[in-house]
């Protein structure tokens, strides 16, 4: 028997919960991976400036083409296409095998073209992963708690750089070795996922999708690149790329200045700025579970949304408005990550997923996610530039920034809290 509120034409659903979450949870390691891979990137910089003497062009250059940027768009493009074509498994599986294998020119890296090659195929394969665990964790969701499966990858986006940091404050005193040690945990576990998910199922959904015969009065059934550029999906694409782009913008530029904020408040040390970092990313988990993951399949996710906006802009306007003390900080952080858990990358994960149909999911995915990340990439070559005009006016512009994706996600939010994928199916085509 059918749960409740699932049409006939679903898929049958496991009645095995904890096989659910079991399958969440290794497709959501992806994100662990994508956010690991940026912010032990973005620890070694320094170290990798002092060993190899990179000059500043380089060390943009690397920041621009690795996982946070442009080599995830290209792998996001690429890979979300082929999720669609040849399906979740192969992609999801074979690609971690990929990024081990750029991940080890990191771990043995001894000049500066290692660095530069490792992390571009390491941002290759974070990108191509994205949208086949988003898509895959969508799809074996229970149709009532689509919203508690996606949080679970976003609570692992946030994981990934609290261990991350605290190895690095741990292994603080090995130097370089340090940062070897922390790429080679992440090839480690991809590895481990290799043989974890190679036994895991293909998507029901996809499989069905791909058995199925055409309707060519029913193009959500189609998956062509030609039926993903509709007026409808267009519209779709625009919304979701606009909303999570603007957010994007502040989240890559805050990564720039906020060692800054940490250095300048009372000259803290090392310890405190990654005890402070690591405070962030915990308090964004708590937030993820304790709203995102209880409500999003219960309240109205459009009031949701707004309500985490107001609170970024909110956080990010104190640091524009009073100076710089660590009471100002420390509420500048808390408003912000407890903000961001139930916020701009939690709600795109959910409705990138939900807004497209099952045969074009990953490649929509995949698209948007390569406009997102290249996008940043482009503008991580004017942050410098940014800083430049002064802290209170770059911290104006990065309200700005958030204020735009508020809005835009406020105006825009889908309702689908709770229906299933085959019910938002047919209100696009009967739309």
């Known amino acids: 028997m059918k749960a409740d509120g699932e049409l006939a034409s679903g898929p049958e659903r496991s009645p095995s919960d904890r096989e659910d979450w079991k399958n969440t949870i290794l497709a959501g390691l992806a994100n ?58 192969k992609i999801y599986q074979y690609d971690m095998l990929f990024y081990a294998f750029g991940m080890m020119w990191l771990v043995f890296a001894m000049n500066a073209w290692m660095i530069v090659l490792g992390f571009f195929l390491v941002g290759l394969a974070v990108g191509a992963d994205i949208p086949a665990s988003w898509s895959l964790i969508a799809e074996m969701a229970p149709d009532k708690k689509r919203g ?92 979701l790329a606009g909303m999570y782009l603007f957010w994007n913008l502040w989240a890559g530029t ?19 700025s990654v005890a402070i970092q690591a405070l962030s990313f915990l308090i964004g988990m708590a937030s993820i579970y304790f709203v995102f993951m209880k409500y999003a399949d219960k309240l109205n996710q459009r009031m949701l949304f707004g309500f985490s906006a107001l609170l970024q802009v909110i956080g990010m306007s104190l640091l524009a408005i009073f100076p710089l003390t660590l009471p100002v900080a420390l509420a500048h952080v808390f408003l912000m990550a407890f903000g961001q858990g ?53 911290a104006w512009i990065l309200v700005g920034f958030l204020s735009i994706s508020g809005v835009i996600g406020f105006i825009w939010a889908p309702r689908n809290e709770g229906k299933s994928l085959e019910q938002l199916d047919a209100e696009r085509v009967a739309a």
């Open 342 to 394: 139930f916020g701009a990358q939690c709600f795109f994960q959910l409705w990138s997923s939900e807004m497209f149909p099952t045969l074009l999911r990953s490649t929509a995915q995949g698209v948007m996610f390569a406009v997102v990340r290249v996008a940043l990439g482009v503008f991580s070559f004017f942050v410098p530039f940014l800083t430049a005009t002064g802290f209170t006016a770059l």
């Open 148 to 239: 508690q499966h996606s949080g679970v990858a976003q609570v692992l986006w946030y994981l990934g750089p609290v261990v991350v940091l605290l190895m690095f404050l741990v292994l603080e005193p090995l130097g370089l070795l340090a940062a070897r040690l922390v790429f080679a945990h992440l090839a480690v576990l991809a590895l481990a996922l290799t043989f974890l998910r190679s036994r895991m199922k293909e998507s029901k959904r996809w499989l069905q999708a791909q058995t199925s015969k055409p309707d060519e009065n029913a193009p959500f059934k189609l998956g062509r690149w030609r039926d993903l550029f509709t007026r409808q999906h267009i519209g779709s694409m625009a919304f």
């Open 32 to 89: 662990y991976i994508d956010a690991g891979s940026i912010v032990a990137g973005s620890a070694a910089l320094a170290l990798w400036v002092e060993t190899y003497r990179l000059s500043t062009n380089l060390v943009g250059l690397i920041g621009a083409f690795g996982p946070n940027a442009i080599a995830a768009g290209i792998g996001a493009l690429i890979g979300g296409r082929l999720c669609d074509k040849l399906g979740r498994k």
């Open 254 to 272: 805050n990564g720039f200045f906020f060692p800054y904020i940490l250095r300048t408040v009372g000259n803290q040390s090392q310890a405190m």
